[in-house]
């Protein structure tokens, strides 16, 4: 009977060895080496409930019987801490694959910005003028009453105060309607003679439409000497219709009132696309309109400092929008503003 259950329980354990090992050697992972531990080693695992059945066993053979119950216990722990290693090292082998980078691979583009249709026109219109010898000066986008209105020879009550409406800090400070002020700072400055240009935003209480925008750009133009004349404020303009559309563009002065020059003109250039006969561009016209100009008018001279009799000027403003709009054949401003990526790529 003994030598029977002997047998038997030795099979039990047997068979119990070899399941585990085989589980052991099967586990693709913690867990299900977790399950053999419980299953086969745990408090209501296989081996604890084969120790609780030894007590079947005559008492001789206790003994025996639970030294083979520890071997067989210790070679199931033995392989499953080796087991452990092999997984741990197998996913160290897979993290470091999943990691590895190569250096050889052609970097990452990072994506570079644009320049703004805007900026590329200024630097156009600035490169023209400062291969003429002008300077380009800044001036300041919060500016007096004074230097926006009154000493451009627009005093309270002018109506070209109204046309230029615009956003009052205070009763006499305001964000300027037009780069205009800046010909007054260079002139205070008392330094004669003078050949500048000043790009920058200036800002009219306008609706946003097609042509307009409350917030835009002028560059404007001063040159004061001894002896300049209109011949002069032409030529210089002429040349850099030319240098900025083509060298067969061809202006067109029109009598114009500016309260700041006398005389004034606006000034067309020959359509760049359809060279003067006539085009959707153009409006069928064959001209564009793009700027205002004139002589500098003596009183804005004068209240500057600058002697009328001695010194004389010409002067002119393009609105920077119109140019970039023209040149690139933009037929919206919203764009400008918009700030589109895809847009802004075009240019
Ligand atoms: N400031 C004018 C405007 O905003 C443009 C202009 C016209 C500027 C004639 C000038 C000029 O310097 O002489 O409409």
Redesign the pocket.
């Known amino acids: 009977m003994s030598n029977h259950t002997n047998h038997r329980m030795n099979e039990v354990l047997r068979k119990i060895q070899e399941e585990a090992l085989k589980q052991i050697k099967e586990a693709t992972g913690l867990d299900s080496l977790n399950d053999v531990r419980v299953q086969k080693l745990g408090k209501k695992g296989e081996l604890t409930a084969i120790m609780k059945n030894m007590r079947e066993l005559p008492p001789e053979e206790r003994p025996a019987f639970g030294q083979m119950v520890n071997s067989v216990r210790k070679e199931i722990e033995t392989a499953m801490e080796e087991k452990k290693q092999s997984l741990a090292a197998i996913a160290r082998q897979m993290q470091l694959q999943s990691e590895t980078i190569d250096v050889t691979l052609p970097a990452k583009k990072t994506g570079l910005g644009h320049r703004h249709p805007n900026s590329i026109a200024l630097e156009e219109v600035e490169r023209i003028f400062v291969g003429m010898g002008y300077e380009v000066v800044d001036g300041p986008e919060v500016e007096k009453d004074y230097y926006n209105f009154e000493a451009l020879n627009i005093p309270a009550n002018h109506p070209a105060k109204d046309e230029?409406d615009t956003f009052y800090i205070t009763k006499d400070i305001l964000l300027r309607?037009?780069?205009?002020g800046v010909?007054v700072h260079s002139m205070e400055k008392g330094k004669l003679p003078i050949r500048m240009i000043a790009p920058g935003r200036?800002f009219r209480a306008d609706e946003l439409d097609a042509t307009h925008s409350p917030n835009f750009h002028?560059v404007?133009?001063?040159v004061i000497d001894k002896h300049v004349t209109f011949a002069d404020l032409k030529g210089t303009l002429a040349e850099f219709a030319r240098q900025l559309f083509g060298k067969d563009t061809k202006v067109k002065f029109r009598p114009h009132h500016?309260p700041?020059?006398e005389p004034?003109a606006e000034v067309d250039v020959t359509c760049f696309k359809c060279g003067g006969k006539g085009c959707r561009m153009c409006k069928g016209e064959g001209w564009i309109e793009i700027?205002?100009?004139?002589m500098?008018h003596p009183h804005v001279l004068e209240m500057s400092g600058i002697d009328p009799d001695e010194y004389q000027g010409?002067?002119?403003?393009v609105?920077l929008e119109r140019i970039a709009m023209l040149k690139y054949e933009i037929d919206d401003m919203h764009h400008l503003y918009e700030n589109d990526i895809r847009f802004l790529k075009q240019f």
């Open positions: 230029q309607t037009q780069t205009s010909q200036v002028q404007e133009g001063l500016f700041f020059t004034s700027l205002g100009c004139g500098v010409f002067a002119f403003g609105g």
